[in-house]
């Protein structure tokens, strides 16, 4: 019988315990233990603004983005995908006060100019 604590290396070259090198112990069905290689956990998508999460857009690698379709990577909204919905709010907030300050300005100045004359 072997022994519990039995040792375990790695499959491939790099022998440091990096990122990149991550494995996670396994059991065949021969009873041996193994390791087996993990991927890198993905990071969400954030904010362009304001920098939180992006939610209903899956965290994945740069690669699987490139496999999966257009709709699972954005949302169905104006700047979904790129911006949240908090701060799509805020740009049509700040978009439609501008101009109503622009019409505000022009009115003002047409009713000076009809009270000079």
Do not use: W
């Not at 375990?8 to 990122?19: A, G, V, W």
């Not at 740069?62 to 104006?78: C, D, F, G, L």
Request: aromatic residues 6%.
């Amino acid at each position: 019988m072997a022994p519990a604590n039995r040792r375990l290396h790695y499959r491939r070259r790099l022998s440091y315990r990096t990122k990149s090198n991550g494995v996670r112990v396994s059991r065949t069905p021969g009873n041996k233990l193994v390791y087996l290689y993990t991927k890198k956990r993905g990071t969400p998508p954030k904010c362009g603004d304001c920098g939180t999460k992006l939610s209903g857009i899956p965290a994945l690698r740069p690669h699987e983005y490139a496999q999966i379709s257009k709709p699972q990577k954005t949302v169905q909204r104006a700047y979904g995908g790129s911006r949240c919905a908090n701060c799509v709010r805020d740009r049509i907030t700040r978009a439609f006060l501008i101009e109503e300050q622009k019409i505000v300005k022009k009115v003002l100045k047409e009713s000076k100019k009809g009270g000079k004359r």
